[in-house]
T-cell receptor, first 113, second 116 residues
């Protein structure tokens, strides 16, 4: 158990509304990641963080922003949600002694109507 | 470019059969890591194994075994004597370089159904 929680676990929202997903970890891991999972695509990296206030873009970052003001929290924001952002969102961490291996949170299922 | 291909979209077997899930990867890097993750119907992603590019030894863990062959760029996963609890989506993934900074590239996943 990597001590990762995600909130909310499920969310339904309307097109054009802002949405923020939270990833919280309890074990002071340096690296945190946001992925989205869609049928036929596996998981794709949206953004990642390598420390407080240090973030970078992943493969599918358009339409998403992130923030990390504390080690334990990594926020993913959809500034203006679109139906194409309906997906399952996973947060992941990697541990300082094993940076290559990522452990995933339980996921957030987001439906944008 | 880096890429992971899991050509088998869905596999259905009967309990106690052996099953192999294929994974083919592409990378020009000499240092990389390969992973398998399991996603059961409950939805969480469970880490199964990590292999680095310098270690081609096959690995066995109970009923699970992994065959890494650099010559064919493959990292296949075999479940021996499958059980209903093995039913899940399995993902193969590739990470490049030392000190990973988030470049996990996933295959599309293989859905395994094990029937009683």
């Amino acid at each position: 158990d990597a001590g990762i929680t995600q909130s909310p676990r499920h969310k339904v929202t309307e097109t054009g509304t802002p949405v923020t997903l939270r990833c919280h970890q309890t074990e002071n891991h340096r690296y945190m990641y946001w992925y989205r999972q869609d049928p036929g695509h596996g998981l794709r990296l949206i953004h990642y963080s390598y420390g407080v206030k240090d973030t970078d873009k992943g493969e599918v970052s358009d339409g998403y922003s992130v923030s990390r003001s504390k080690t334990e929290d990594f926020l993913l924001t959809l500034e203006s949600a679109t139906s194409s952002q309906t997906s399952v969102y996973f947060c992941a961490i990697s541990e300082i002694l094993d940076q290559e291996t990522q452990y995933f949170g339980p996921g957030t299922r987001l439906l944008v109507l | 470019a880096q890429k992971v291909t899991q050509a088998q979209t869905e596999i259905s077997v009967v309990e106690k059969e052996d099953v192999t899930l294929d994974c083919v990867y592409e990378t020009r890097d000499t240092t990389y890591y390969l992973f398998w993750y399991k996603q059961p119907p409950s939805g969480e992603l469970v880490f199964l194994i990590r292999r680095n590019s310098f270690d081609e030894q096959n690995e066995i863990s109970g009923r699970y075994s992994w065959n890494f062959q650099k010559s064919t760029s493959s990292f296949n996963f075999t479940i021996t004597a499958s059980q209903v609890v093995d039913s899940a989506v399995y993902f193969c993934a590739l990470s490049i370089g030392i000190g990973n900074t988030g470049k996990l590239i996933f295959g599309q996943g293989t859905t395994l159904q094990v029937k009683p």
